[in-house]
């Protein structure tokens, strides 16, 4: 089962989802500008519906998005419409893909990475986006935490005129926890469409994550807060959600 959202969920996570890659997109600019000879290029890694990129191409940014959702990358482009001369979105497997050129920094937001099946899923996306950063370039991500998926273990219904939106959340300490959606969304003509979806979260050691990135070339990283990306966390386990700075 792969984790790429269907038309529905992701006309659902373009009304409603937008929040967390808006709110951590300025977190991330300000980190990384702050960096002697930043290059205004980013790859975003799970692009989604292109919030973040958006924020990138407001400020002279160059971006290339990847994302394995076709629906997805269709919002990502209506999007960012207005930049399109420096924006280029691909569906392709974060796991297996190669971009033309190399970017200075590299993301992927919203937990985006536990989506991928397994370290081994994980590791080749870790070398692809090695492959397209610069040397001395920046790759910034977020995974959930075991401490963040056992808050996935409750039942949260979400109601607006527009959608309607039944989460169903299971986690019991294993190596994935689930969410099933079950959605209402709101269709032109004024009736709903019903969709369901299964998303999982691999979970991982987070040492086992920084010793994935040294094994496939990344110089150095660390566990931050979004808050502070600047200041290494001395024990990110206890994190409900661990943001890694890795340096190539
Ligand atoms: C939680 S969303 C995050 C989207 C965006 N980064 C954000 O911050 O809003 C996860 C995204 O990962 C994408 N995805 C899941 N598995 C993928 C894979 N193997 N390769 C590329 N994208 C994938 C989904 O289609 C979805 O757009």
């Known amino acids: 089962m792969n984790q790429a959202y269907d038309t529905d969920f992701a006309r659902a996570y373009n009304l409603l989802w ?19 000879d930043a290059e205004r290029t980013l790859l975003d890694v799970c692009c989604g519906t292109g919030q973040l990129a958006r ?19 269709l919002h990502a482009r209506q999007n960012t419409a207005a930049y399109r001369e420096r ?7 974060a796991a297996d893909f190669r971009i033309d050129g190399q970017v200075g920094l590299a993301v992927s937001t919203f937990d ?31 995974l959930n935490t075991r401490a963040g998926l056992w808050r996935w273990n409750s039942i949260n219904v979400n109601d607006t ?9 299971i986690y019991d300490g294993g190596d994935r926890g689930y969410t ?3 959605g209402y969304i709101r269709d032109d003509d004024g009736r709903y469409s019903r969709f369901e979806e299964t998303a999982y979260n691999v ?7 920084h010793a994935l990135l040294a094994e496939t070339g990344w110089h150095s990283s660390y566990c931050a807060r979004a808050a502070d990306l600047g200041a290494p966390l001395d024990d990110p386990e206890k994190e409900g959600r661990a943001f890694f700075v890795a340096t190539r």
Do not use: W
């Open 18 to 36: 937008g929040d967390f890659a808006q709110n951590v997109a300025p977190r991330i600019y300000d980190f990384y500008t702050r960096q002697p």
């Open 55 to 73: 924020y990138f191409l407001e400020r002279d940014f160059t971006v290339t998005g990847v994302d394995l959702s076709e629906p997805m990358i």
């Open 87 to 93: 924006a280029a979105f691909i569906v392709a497997d």
């Open 112 to 142: 985006a990475l536990n989506h991928l099946p397994d370290a081994a899923a994980l590791r080749s996306c870790f070398a692809c986006v090695h492959a397209a950063v610069k040397p001395g370039g920046m790759f910034i991500f977020d």
């Open 161 to 169: 005129a527009e959608t309607t939106l039944i989460f169903r959340g």
């Open 180 to 182: 099933r959606i079950t």
């Open 203 to 209: 979970v991982y050691d987070l040492a086992d994550v």
